[in-house]
């Protein structure tokens, strides 16, 4: 469960108010998509979540863990794939995952079964001893995943995941999304496509300039965006995003 309370973020000291007290609950066995057009401040909610930035204002729970008082012990609870999928290009993809492995200290027995079934599944088991630097960004992105699998997290955070994987990775990756909230943990990922979301999600929450201006199912959505014309513009320029 993540839960958001009142949360707020500038840059450039102030200058730049990226969220602007949000608020957001995301149930167990949930998939909450996290939707709004470039630059609205999903990627900086994101690090907000899992403790790579701090919020300036407000509180951040991760199963009632607090993010910022408690920060390894919430890290703990988080498998966490960033949007970026730059990682350290001179380490074999083997050497990566043991590292990461190792820093979340899994034991040898479930770091292995979980490399090995996850590395089957998107097929580059065959590429793992291979430097990272060789991989396209696709293989980069899968890596990150089994990465940030890798310690079984309840809780998973995925900046625009879909993004740069072949049709039949994002395929999976959306399987292993839908059966992991099953499974009665929680899935939060942004993405500035709408069908993405409305093929996924349980429940969307979109942001507007910093602002969470509608959380909800999609057809919640559908019945107000009609009476609503500045949603039913950002709807419209979501889809056209595609
Ligand atoms: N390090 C930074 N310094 C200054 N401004 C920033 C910084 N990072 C983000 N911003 C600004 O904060 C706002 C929110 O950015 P953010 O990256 O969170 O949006 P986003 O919804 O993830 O966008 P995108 O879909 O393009 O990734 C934008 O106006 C952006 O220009």
Redesign the pocket.
């Known amino acids: 469960m993540i839960i958001i309370n009142n949360v707020s973020k500038t ?2 000291r102030g200058r ?1 108010k ?2 602007n007290s949000i608020n957001l609950e995301v149930k167990k066995g949930e998939i909450f998509g996290f939707l ?12 907000m979540i899992t403790g790579i930035l701090k919020p300036d204002e407000g509180q951040i729970f991760i199963n009632g863990i607090n993010v910022v008082s408690e920060p390894i012990k919430a890290k703990k609870q988080i498998g966490f794939v960033p ?1 970026n999928p730059e990682i350290f290009n001179r380490l074999t993809g083997i050497e990566y995952l043991n590292f990461i492995a190792d820093i979340y200290e899994v034991d040898g027995k479930q770091r292995y079964k979980k490399i090995n079934e996850l590395a089957e599944i998107f097929e580059i088991k065959d590429a793992l001893n291979s430097s990272i630097g060789s991989y396209s960004h696709g293989m980069k992105q899968k890596l990150i995943i089994i990465g940030a699998l890798i310690h079984n997290p309840p809780v998973w955070i995925l ?2 995941p879909l993004v740069g994987l072949d049709p039949k990775a994002a395929f999976l990756l959306k399987e292993m999304m839908k059966k992991h909230a099953d499974n009665g943990n929680t899935v939060f990922f ?1 993405t ?1 496509i709408m069908e993405v979301a409305e093929r996924l999600c349980d429940r969307i929450g979109i ?1 507007k300039k ?1 602002e969470i201006i509608f959380t909800g199912t999609i057809d919640e959505l559908r019945q107000i965006r009609e009476e609503n014309d500045s949603l039913e513009n950002l709807f419209l320029e979501l889809v056209d995003n595609e």
């Open positions: 840059y450039a730049v990226a969220v709004g057009p470039n630059g609205a401040g999903k990627t900086t909610t994101i690090k949007d900046d625009e942004s500035h942001i910093g």
